[in-house]
Each structure stands twice: as C-alpha cells, then as structure tokens.
C-alpha cells in the first residue's frame, strides 16, 4: 500500500531490484502498512548501522518512487557517500534490513476447524460455483497477492449495478490467506467433482454416502484428491460425490443419531484442515439436516467460525426458496437446541442489465439485516469458461470481475 505524499513529506525517486520491490509489496500488506512507512524505517535502521552490510546485486534494477520525511533521503544521499555504497545500493540494503526485521506473519488459523455449509434447496443458484471459489480463496498463496474488491463495492452496487466501470480505488492487492482447504461434494450431481476435473466416485466402492450410513469399507480420507494449481500448493482439496449419495435420505432414515451423521464421517479429516466446505443439494431432506448439524456452532467456538452461507439469486423464486431453508434452519435450531450461525447471504449470477427484477430484488436482499449479504457475484462469462476447462475459477481467471468478488466474499466471512 502506497499513500499519496502529505505536506511534511517529499517525493523520492531512485532504483530497486524487481524482486526486492515485489518482496516489498508483498510484505508490507501482510503488515497492513504502507510501502512509504517501512522504507523510512529501513532507511533509519541503515543509518544507525555500526558497519557496512554486504553488498547485494542491484544489476537490473528498474525505477522506484516513495514519500519520505521531508530531509532524510538528502541526509540518506550524504551516508552513502560517506561509506562509499551507491545510493541504488544502499537503498536496497535498507529495504532487505527492514524485510529482515519484519518476517512474514505466520498465517492465521482457525483454533477449531471451519465448517461452512453453503445452501439452498433451489437448484441452479450457483451453490456450487461459490463453494469451490469460496475455497479456492481460502486455499490462495499468502506469499503471493491476488486482486480483492474492498467491501465498498457492495453500497456501489446497490446504485450502479455489477456492471458499472471499474473503478481501480474499488480493488486492493492483497496477500493471499493460506489455510488447508477441504471441498466436500456432498451434492449426489456431483457438480463440483466434475467442475473441478475429478470423476465421481464409482458406485460399487468406498463413498462418503456408505461412511455417514455406517457401511464405509475404508478410511475416508483415501478417497480426498488434490485441487492441483501453483496458487493453492497442496492446501486446496476435494471429497469427490458419489451418485449412491440419491439414496442418502433413505439411509439416514434407519441410522442412529441420523443428524450427526455427517459429522461422524467428517470428523477424522478435521485435524487435517483449516476450514471445510460443504456443497450441499438442493434439497431440504434429511441430508440437509446432517449438514446443518455439522456447521452448528461447537461448545467453546466463537460466533462466526462455522455456520451457514446462503446462496440466491436477484429474483423472486430465489426469495421463495429463501423462506422454506430458513423455516428449516429455525426449526432445526428450536428442536435440537442448536446455535446455528448463518455467515450471510450471497447474491450470485447478478446482472444489472436484466432490468426492476434484478435491482429491485437485490435491494430487497441488501435490506435484510440478519443475515446480512456478504457478497454479489456477477453473471459473466469466465465461471462457465472454467467450468467447461474443468479448471477453479481463481487459477483459470485469477484477474476477473468474479474472482475479484469472491475473495472479498472469502475475506467477509472469514
């Protein structure tokens, strides 16, 4: 991050080494300072030096402008001087002192593993899409930085539309989160297997279906596959379907303590990751109870770290269908006595240019407070170009408009 220059600073301009740059940029927004701030501190810090540092190559370096207090880099250009460097070297000596100084921030993990379970019994919402998004931003480098739309574009929307020119003070370049990542394709389309390059499970051997049922024939966990892709290393995986899970709510039906059944078949995967993504059906049967159950909130877990994400659409079916899965939820919660968070709403395949419906529809989504809505998802063109690839959106279009707005949804809810 890079303020524009106030009055008690100047402008400097000099070379860097790219890779020194770009190990600043990165760093700098893992600290959530500005570039500005910790090359002044990397200067001060060269300054107070007893002894010259080791030369570095600046062979290559290409043009580098900050703000500094107004008199250091003159007082800065005097010290190179006097200890015989190059200003080009000893700016560069200053940067690697302050990145010494100031390691990367170890990535946050959750104390109890995330488990977020995204729904609606209507079909063709795009259930699918924002859970393997969803993932694939919790999974991204966080050695690396990946375009993000701050939460204003969510008020810019209400007005403009998801279609209104970019406006480049609506992104940040941020570091990536890093967790362990587990994309459990609990739908029996098995959608997110086949989106994600992976076949489903054959039937006549080991599934997620048979292990809820009690008929597992092995360790589950031998059936999960990496989501390959240098962004997500080996912190993104899939729990591919299986069709058997058509017959789930017919064996549920005769399986004791049905509603924690999934949670049973889930639990020895849970030290292995940080957050777990259920990609439930669309369905408002025993299934869903099992899902639910599992993202209830456990005794010692805060609010907020596992729960519920809705995902609709800007149009009134999306509305009916929102009111039958809330009824579900209250009655779970009344029943069970269950303390079930929903994370928000997500408004996905939004398009403005589809006129009152869409707008008038999405105000009326913005409207409700509790839960709130924690993203808008555009209807363009790359998430079914990387469905039809069998590519994750984020490694096949890190840039686009719609994976710009799911890490800002994975941020929101995180």
Not at 30 to 47: K, P, S, Y
Request: glycine share 8%.
């Amino acid at each position: 991050m890079t303020s524009p220059p106030s009055g008690d600073r100047e402008k400097v301009v000099s070379k860097l080494p790219a890779a020194l740059q770009q190990r600043l940029k990165i760093r700098t927004a893992q600290h959530g300072i500005d570039i500005q701030h910790a090359v002044e501190a990397g200067i001060a810090a060269w300054r107070g030096l007893g002894a010259n540092l080791s030369p570095i190559d600046t062979a290559g370096a290409k043009s580098f402008s900050t703000w500094l207090p107004q008199g250091q880099w003159e007082d800065f250009r005097e010290d190179c001087s006097a200890r015989g460097v190059s200003l080009v070297q000893g700016l560069a000596q200053s940067v690697l002192l302050w990145l010494e100084k100031n390691p990367a921030p170890g990535v946050k993990r959750p104390s109890v593993v995330r488990r977020l379970v995204i729904c609606n019994q209507k079909g063709g919402v795009g259930k699918t899409a924002i859970t393997a998004g969803t993932g694939e931003a919790l999974a991204e480098d966080a050695e690396q930085l990946h375009p993000v739309r701050v939460s204003k574009y969510l008020a810019h929307a209400r007005s403009a539309g998801i279609d209104a020119p970019d406006d480049p003070l609506d992104y940040e370049d941020l570091p990536g989160l890093g967790l362990k990542v587990l994309l459990v394709d609990f739908d029996p389309q098995c959608h997110l297997t086949k989106q994600l390059g992976h076949e489903p499970l054959p039937l006549d051997g080991d599934s997620l279906t048979k292990h809820m049922a009690g008929e597992g024939k092995g360790e589950l966990r031998d059936l999960v596959v990496p989501v390959e892709g240098d962004r997500f290393g080996d912190r993104l995986h899939l729990l591919p379907a299986c069709t058997d899970a058509f017959l789930l709510d017919v064996k549920l039906s005769g399986v004791r303590a049905r509603e924690a059944a999934l949670e049973r078949a889930l639990s020895p995967l849970e030290e292995h990751y940080d957050v777990m993504l259920i990609d439930c059906p669309p369905s408002l049967g025993l299934s869903m109870d099992a899902a639910a159950y599992f993202g209830r909130r456990r005794p010692g877990e805060v609010p907020g770290n596992s729960g519920i994400l809705v995902v609709v659409q800007a149009e009134d079916s999306s509305a009916d269908a929102y009111g039958l899965l809330t009824s579900q939820i209250e009655d779970l919660r009344n029943d069970m006595k269950l303390e079930l968070d929903y994370l928000g709403i997500v408004v996905n395949h939004y398009d403005a240019r589809r006129g009152y419906i869409a707008t008038s529809s999405l105000e009326s989504w913005m409207d409700i407070k509790d839960p709130r809505v924690v993203g808008l998802v555009g209807d363009l063109k790359e998430q079914k170009e990387a469905v039809r690839m069998k590519q994750p959106l984020l490694a096949y279009a890190p840039r686009c408009t719609q994976s710009v707005a799911i890490r800002a949804l994975a941020r929101e809810i995180s």
